[in-house]
């Protein structure tokens, strides 16, 4: 097996994970259970940990509307998992008040409406709850209590009860971590994996925290064929977020695909000043199945890979050619010569 020819042009392929090489599909399903449950709260009703894992897709199916939802917010920029249950509940709030279990379809409705980078509408969407529901608008706000709070129950419902060291309020979780599969084969994503990392640097640039991350590239053996120093994840963010005062370093900002092209031990201002040697973007290939993974390689200028493999599948591909992406493929393993 051999790498196709275009790959010899770089140095560096920097992976997003979900919807690339990890499959979203648990990250999907502890956000549906996260809306359900925070709703729940907030009405003051109980929630039975065991119904909801029993019931997992109806409930999926109906938060996020056979999936409709999650495809539209994903479009709209909407990158991490954590966002897209904190956006849906926003939603549900000012189509709904205090209607907590009202109709979803509304959100979805509500969410076709809005614009096509969303991040820059989160405040108006906090501004707007806040009128609605009377709950404070700094509560609301992103990374705000509200938010803060979801992280936590998403972290609950996905990590589980024994890695987190701590007993979930509502009842046992036992961790949807621990079901990952591959999003392609692992087989073949395996022979990609090994083959590029034998000429070039392979990196990540995921949403994922770093346990999240670690976890399922340890347990399918994929890890040693990244680079140590290339593995940048959501902790890095958050870190930077927190040294920097800027909340706004998630993709589409660059940050991430910066992070691992020049090492995470790179100094984060001089990241975000540009105070780095940007001939090596000329040789960096940014692989991503979204929206928000081209606009994040555009923003820093380098060569992207479209993959359909995310929510919208093959529809991806008039989005990506319409970005003018440089190569769309079906999936990861289209690296390696037929």
Same mark, same amino acid.
């Given at each position: 097996?051999k790498l196709?020819?275009?790959?010899?042009?770089y140095d560096?392929?920097i992976f997003?994970?979900?919807g690339?090489i990890?499959?979203e599909q648990?990250y999907w399903?502890?956000a549906?259970l996260t809306?359900w449950?925070?709703l729940?709260d907030?009405?003051h009703a109980?929630?039975? %940990?065991?119904?909801?894992m029993?019931?997992?897709?109806?409930?999926?199916?109906e938060?996020?509307c056979?999936?409709e939802l999650?495809?539209?917010?994903?479009?709209k920029?909407?990158n991490s998992?954590?966002?897209?249950?904190?956006?849906?509940v926003l939603?549900?709030w000012i189509?709904?008040g205090?209607?907590?279990y009202?109709?979803?379809r509304?959100?979805l %409705?509500?969410?076709?409406?809005?614009?096509d980078?969303?991040?820059e509408?989160?405040?108006a969407?906090?501004?707007k709850?806040?009128d609605v529901?009377?709950?404070?608008?700094?509560?609301?706000k992103?990374n705000?209590e509200l938010?803060q709070?979801m992280?936590?129950l998403?972290q609950?419902?996905?990590?589980g009860?024994e890695?987190?060291?701590?007993m979930?309020?509502?009842g046992?979780k036992?961790g949807l971590?621990?079901?990952e599969?591959?999003?392609v084969?692992k087989?073949?994503l395996?022979?990609v994996l090994k083959?590029?990392?034998?000429?070039?640097?392979?990196? %990540?640039g995921t949403?994922?925290?770093?346990?999240?991350?670690?976890?399922?590239?340890s347990?399918?053996?994929?890890l040693?064929?990244?680079?140590?120093?290339?593995l940048?994840?959501?902790d890095?963010v958050?870190?930077?977020?927190?040294?920097?005062?800027n909340n706004?370093?998630?993709?589409?900002?660059p940050?991430?695909?910066?992070?691992a092209?020049?090492?995470t031990?790179?100094?984060?201002k001089?990241?975000i000043?540009g105070?780095y040697?940007?001939?090596?973007i000329k040789t960096t290939?940014?692989?991503g199945d979204?929206?928000?993974?081209?606009l994040a390689?555009?923003a820093?200028?380098?060569?992207?890979?479209?993959?359909l493999?995310?929510?919208?599948?093959?529809?991806?591909?008039?989005?990506f050619?319409?970005?003018?992406?440089?190569?769309?493929?079906?999936?990861?393993v289209d690296?390696?010569e037929d």
């Amino acid at each position: 097996m051999k790498l196709k020819s275009f790959l010899n042009k770089y140095d560096t392929i920097i992976f997003d994970m979900d919807g690339v090489i990890t499959s979203e599909q648990n990250y999907w399903n502890a956000a549906a259970l996260t809306v359900w449950e925070t709703l729940a709260d907030k009405s003051h009703a109980k929630i039975d %940990t065991e119904y909801c894992m029993r019931h997992l897709k109806e409930i999926r199916d109906e938060v996020f509307c056979g999936d409709e939802l999650i495809s539209v917010l994903k479009s709209k920029g909407v990158n991490s998992n954590w966002d897209l249950g904190y956006v849906t509940v926003l939603i549900a709030w000012i189509t709904k008040g205090d209607e907590q279990y009202g109709s979803f379809r509304d959100v979805l %409705t509500y969410a076709k409406q809005l614009p096509d980078n969303i991040i820059e509408a989160y405040d108006a969407l906090a501004q707007k709850c806040s009128d609605v529901t009377g709950y404070d608008m700094y509560y609301l706000k992103r990374n705000g209590e509200l938010w803060q709070e979801m992280h936590e129950l998403f972290q609950e419902w996905f990590l589980g009860d024994e890695l987190r060291g701590k007993m979930s309020a509502h009842g046992h979780k036992a961790g949807l971590l621990y079901k990952e599969e591959p999003i392609v084969d692992k087989e073949g994503l395996l022979t990609v994996l090994k083959l590029l990392s034998e000429t070039k640097r392979v990196c %990540t640039g995921t949403g994922r925290p770093r346990i999240e991350m670690l976890v399922p590239l340890s347990d399918w053996k994929a890890l040693p064929y990244f680079a140590a120093d290339g593995l940048c994840n959501y902790d890095h963010v958050a870190n930077a977020e927190q040294t920097l005062n800027n909340n706004a370093l998630t993709k589409p900002h660059p940050y991430m695909f910066l992070k691992a092209l020049y090492g995470t031990d790179y100094d984060d201002k001089k990241l975000i000043d540009g105070n780095y040697d940007k001939e090596k973007i000329k040789t960096t290939l940014i692989v991503g199945d979204a929206g928000a993974d081209i606009l994040a390689a555009r923003a820093m200028g380098a060569d992207f890979c479209a993959v359909l493999t995310g929510i919208q599948g093959v529809g991806a591909r008039a989005y990506f050619e319409k970005m003018n992406a440089e190569y769309i493929l079906n999936s990861v393993v289209d690296f390696l010569e037929d």
